[in-house]
């Protein structure tokens, strides 16, 4: 399998702040990425497919890009909503569909 | 509005069987176009994909489960189900169904639509 690697494994940021998560995949995945929200006792919630198309009714503040191995998450102007715990997800069933191990972003 | 909605048992014994159902409504599993998945959550941990069913009974395991899983499609039109064989504390996680909504391909997934999710605990 694929494995994918988040980094930071967390952060603190303040409102109104501008954070980007990285995910690294262990070998190319072409564009066959993921980004979730999770808040704590909810299911995930997906922002991004084919790692930049923004999901509708997810708001413009949250960008995604990148291919092959790295790709990142960027959240501009933070809302005190954001604050939850985001994963990536390699998409391609027959590669293994994995996730990151999360990245934690907390208030400042 | 597409739902979706896990029912079983809360607790399993070891070595025992975990059978878990996931109940879709606002959408039928049978009229296709969508691929059904299980994933899971260990406690504080990461998320683990376990396998997906088509209506038509197409299925793809996680290889790291395959020899204990089965996935099919429910008695009733809009319900799909997962047995795990053989449990142990290491199955002791959230279980979770959710929908492929965006990939559609049975290559690419990507879920956008979650059931609320299940505590399974496997102990004695």
């Known amino acids: 399998d694929i494995q994918m690697t988040q980094s930071p494994s967390s952060v603190s940021a303040s409102v109104g702040d501008r954070v980007t998560i990285t995910c690294r995949a262990s070998?190319?995945?072409?564009?066959?990425l993921a980004w979730y929200q999770q808040k704590p006792g909810k299911a995930p919630k997906l922002l991004i497919s084919?790692?930049?198309n923004l999901q509708s009714g997810v708001p413009s503040r949250f960008s995604g890009s990148g291919s092959g191995r790295y790709f990142t998450l960027s959240i501009s102007n933070l809302q005190p909503e954001d604050f939850a715990t985001y994963y990536c997800q390699q998409a391609n069933a027959f590669r293994g569909i994995t996730f990151g191990q999360g990245t934690r972003l907390e208030i400042k | 509005q597409v739902q979706l909605q896990e029912s079983g048992p809360g607790l399993v014994k070891p070595s025992q069987t975990l059978s878990l159902t996931c109940t879709v409504s606002g959408g039928s599993i049978n009229s296709g176009g969508y691929y059904w998945s299980w994933i899971r959550q260990h406690p504080e941990k990461g998320l683990e994909w376990i396998g997906y069913?088509?209506?038509?009974?197409?299925?793809y395991y996680n290889p790291s489960l395959k020899s204990r899983l089965t996935i099919s499609v429910g008695t009733s039109e809009n319900q799909f189900s997962l047995k795990l064989t053989s449990v142990t504390t290491a199955d002791t996680a959230v279980y979770y169904c959710?929908?492929?909504?965006?990939?559609?391909?049975?290559?690419?997934?990507?879920?956008?639509?979650w059931g609320q999710g299940i505590l399974v605990t496997v102990s004695s």
């Open positions: 069913i088509y209506y038509s009974g197409r299925i």
């Open positions: 070998q190319s995945i072409g564009n066959w």
């Open positions: 959710a929908r492929d909504g965006v990939g559609r391909d049975g290559n690419n997934f990507y879920f956008d639509y």
């Open positions: 084919a790692a930049s």
